[in-house]
């Protein structure tokens, strides 16, 4: 089976690099300064290229560098993966659009017909990658006051309902949702359902995995706590009959030298107020977030202190927003690296770099060759 490699695509703006954690691009800025790009300045006046038009670069850049597609995240402060995949699908020929999304703020009717007009008019590039909610003040911000497991269990029986409807004529009544002789318009159904991609790393999220997952999704983490993580979701769908895939989602900082990445991170590093380095404590109740602080080490002992084994470093939150852990060395390290997640059974990865633009021309021209020499990558 061949390996899927997707693109995280920003949502929300990006940085110029991972040495300063200043945004110079997007970011709902209303109002460009000098340096920043989309929107940009010239003669002084906003030069009319959008953040918009910047994320549709990314689309494009990593469409043509190698990637099967592109992640959408989704949180509070970004814009919405669905209108975004609608709006990008035009900007490629056969780039996937994994479009993240909390199954509690949509009613799975609905999230049904939505999908299946996307299908229609994308040829099938539409990817899911459900979410449950990391819970704490972001949950709230969406008005969810449902408890974390509680989650799961609305998420399992909200994908039970999408697919019943996809099916047509479907009757349900459970414990979130009911409807009665559901189904799709005529000239919407029969288009391909799209496959899953499930994170969380609870008890609960691992359960519905088993139910729902095509691909099981997780951050990356020392790998032998993925080897463990992907048994339990190999036990739990064995129990249902089911055999999943995984998937991982990491960031990656890739060189012609190792002496070259880690020199990006050091400076990044040494730009670290004490404020900074106190950031990720918490505040949620997402288990993976808490599973990847219990793995990371101590930034006081210096920025290779966080290196938890040869390449893995637990410190890109410091860095950039989003997950702890990710690749850091030359372009064969990495690609060394990648090749052992796939020896652990990984069969699709989410990459990502700052910039995304940048890294995504870099990361396709001089580490997926690397790795297409011994897997079969699929090729966009």
């Given at each position: 089976?061949s390996?899927?490699?997707?693109?995280?695509?920003?949502?929300?703006?990006?940085?110029?690099?991972?040495?300063?954690r200043?945004q110079s691009?997007?970011?709902?800025?209303?109002?460009?300064v000098?340096?920043?790009?989309?929107?940009?300045?010239?003669?002084?006046?906003?030069?009319?290229?959008?953040?918009?038009?910047?994320?549709?670069d990314?689309?494009?850049?990593?469409?043509?560098?190698?990637?099967?597609?592109?992640?959408?995240?989704?949180?509070p402060?970004?814009?919405?993966?669905?209108?975004l995949?609608?709006?990008?699908?035009?900007?490629?020929?056969?780039?996937?659009?994994?479009v993240?999304?909390?199954?509690?703020?949509?009613?799975?009717?609905?999230?049904a017909?939505?999908?299946?007009s996307?299908?229609a008019?994308?040829?099938?590039?539409i990817?899911y990658?459900?979410i449950?909610?990391?819970?704490?003040p972001?949950q709230?911000?969406?008005g969810?006051k449902?408890?974390h497991?509680?989650?799961y269990?609305?998420?399992?029986?909200?994908?039970?309902?999408?697919k019943?409807?996809?099916?047509?004529?479907?009757?349900y009544e459970?414990?979130?949702?009911?409807?009665?002789?559901?189904?799709?318009?005529?000239?919407?159904a029969?288009?391909?359902?799209?496959?899953i991609?499930f994170?969380?790393?609870?008890p609960?999220?691992?359960?519905?995995?088993g139910r729902?997952?095509?691909?099981?999704?997780?951050w990356?983490?020392?790998?032998?706590?993925?080897?463990?993580k992907?048994a339990?979701?190999?036990t739990?769908?064995?129990?249902?009959?089911?055999t999943?895939?995984?998937a991982?989602?990491?960031?990656?900082l890739?060189?012609?030298?190792?002496?070259?990445?880690?020199?990006?991170?050091?400076?990044?590093?040494?730009?670290?107020?004490?404020e900074a380095?106190?950031?990720?404590?918490?505040?949620?109740d997402?288990?993976?977030?808490?599973?990847?602080?219990?793995?990371?080490?101590?930034?006081?002992?210096?920025?290779?202190?966080?290196?938890?084994a040869?390449?893995?470093w637990?410190?890109?939150?410091?860095?950039?927003?989003?997950?702890?852990?990710?690749?850091?060395?030359?372009?064969?390290?990495?690609?060394?690296?990648l090749?052992?997640?796939?020896?652990?059974?990984?069969?699709?990865?989410?990459l990502a770099?700052?910039?995304?633009?940048?890294?995504?021309?870099?990361?396709?021209?001089?580490?997926?060759?690397?790795?297409?020499?011994?897997?079969?990558?699929t090729?966009p």
């Amino acid at each position: 089976m061949s390996i899927d490699i997707y693109w995280r695509v920003g949502t929300h703006g990006d940085q110029p690099s991972l040495r300063r954690r200043t945004q110079s691009r997007g970011g709902f800025v209303d109002v460009p300064v000098p340096g920043q790009l989309a929107p940009g300045l010239r003669d002084g006046v906003p030069d009319g290229y959008s953040y918009a038009d910047h994320v549709a670069d990314v689309v494009r850049a990593s469409e043509a560098a190698g990637f099967v597609g592109g992640l959408l995240p989704s949180f509070p402060g970004t814009d919405d993966p669905w209108a975004l995949a609608a709006s990008l699908a035009q900007q490629s020929r056969t780039y996937r659009f994994m479009v993240a999304y909390q199954p509690g703020f949509l009613h799975p009717v609905q999230a049904a017909r939505l999908t299946a007009s996307l299908q229609a008019a994308t040829g099938g590039r539409i990817v899911y990658n459900v979410i449950s909610g990391g819970g704490g003040p972001a949950q709230l911000w969406w008005g969810d006051k449902v408890s974390h497991d509680d989650r799961y269990a609305r998420t399992s029986e909200f994908l039970d309902v999408l697919k019943g409807v996809w099916a047509g004529d479907f009757s349900y009544e459970g414990r979130f949702y009911r409807v009665e002789g559901a189904g799709l318009p005529k000239d919407l159904a029969g288009q391909p359902f799209p496959e899953i991609y499930f994170s969380g790393s609870s008890p609960a999220a691992i359960e519905a995995a088993g139910r729902h997952a095509d691909y099981y999704l997780s951050w990356l983490e020392p790998f032998d706590a993925l080897a463990a993580k992907f048994a339990q979701v190999r036990t739990d769908a064995a129990a249902l009959g089911r055999t999943p895939r995984f998937a991982v989602r990491l960031d990656v900082l890739a060189r012609p030298t190792e002496e070259q990445a880690w020199d990006e991170i050091r400076r990044g590093f040494e730009n670290l107020g004490p404020e900074a380095l106190r950031a990720f404590e918490g505040g949620g109740d997402s288990v993976g977030a808490a599973r990847s602080r219990g793995f990371t080490g101590d930034p006081s002992k210096g920025y290779r202190g966080l290196e938890v084994a040869p390449n893995v470093w637990g410190g890109f939150h410091l860095l950039r927003g989003g997950p702890v852990f990710g690749l850091v060395g030359s372009y064969h390290q990495v690609a060394q690296r990648l090749d052992e997640l796939i020896g652990l059974g990984v069969d699709a990865f989410i990459l990502a770099g700052v910039p995304h633009l940048e890294e995504a021309h870099r990361i396709g021209e001089n580490v997926l060759p690397l790795l297409a020499r011994d897997h079969d990558i699929t090729i966009p």
